[in-house]
């Protein structure tokens, strides 16, 4: 079992940045591909970005390429999620998400594919 939970949410001016984080409890999270997905009100859930286990192979929607990174440090049981020159189409709920992984390669695209979600944390970016 795993629990996320997220924090680095807030308001920001366009343009501003963000960086999210998603601690999660655990011995084995070293073990897990992580993701994070957006909601924005009246939207279907989104995949923003999803990292491999090991930390080396990386996936960014086109909609955020070159404006956020993901990350992640294994030692402290985190997942980041730097956000840049933020639009007010950024503005969501983000949530983090988890799943067991047996190739340290290996990251997730789809929501179906995560076992584990956090409660999620609000994005707000004015114009």
């Known amino acids: 079992q795993v629990q996320l939970v997220e924090s680095g949410g807030g308001l920001v001016q366009a343009g501003g940045s963000l960086r999210l984080s998603c601690a999660a409890s655990g011995r084995t999270f070293s073990t897990y591909a992580m993701g994070w997905f957006r909601q924005a009100p009246g939207k279907e859930r989104e995949f923003v970005a999803a990292?491999?286990?090991?930390?080396?192979?990386?996936y960014v929607a086109d909609s955020v390429k070159g404006r956020f990174t993901i990350s992640r440090d294994n030692a402290k049981n985190t997942v980041y999620l730097q956000m840049n020159s933020l639009k007010p189409e950024d503005t969501a709920v983000y949530y983090c998400a988890a799943r067991s992984s047996i190739s340290g390669g290996s990251y997730y695209l789809a929501a179906y594919e995560y076992h584990y979600w956090g409660q999620g944390t609000q994005v707000t970016v004015s114009s």
């Open positions: 990292i491999s286990w090991s930390g080396g192979s990386t």
